[in-house]
């Protein structure tokens, strides 16, 4: 699923709570190993684009 918001964080575990929330709240997604394995493959370091 295609979405447009970036989120930025301190630490990787504080961007994994904040990916968590959001993706279950917004788009119904289930907090599984899988998920947060496929989420964890997307974090990219750096200031998110504008």
Known sequence: MKCS???AADSK???LQAVL???A???GYED???FRENITKEFKEGT???
């Open 5 to 7: 918001v970036a989120l």
């Open 13 to 15: 575990e504080e961007l």
């Open 21 to 23: 929330e959001h993706g």
């Open 25 to 27: 709240s917004v788009h």
């Open 32 to 34: 599984t190993p899988e």
């Open 48 to 50: 998110p684009p504008m």
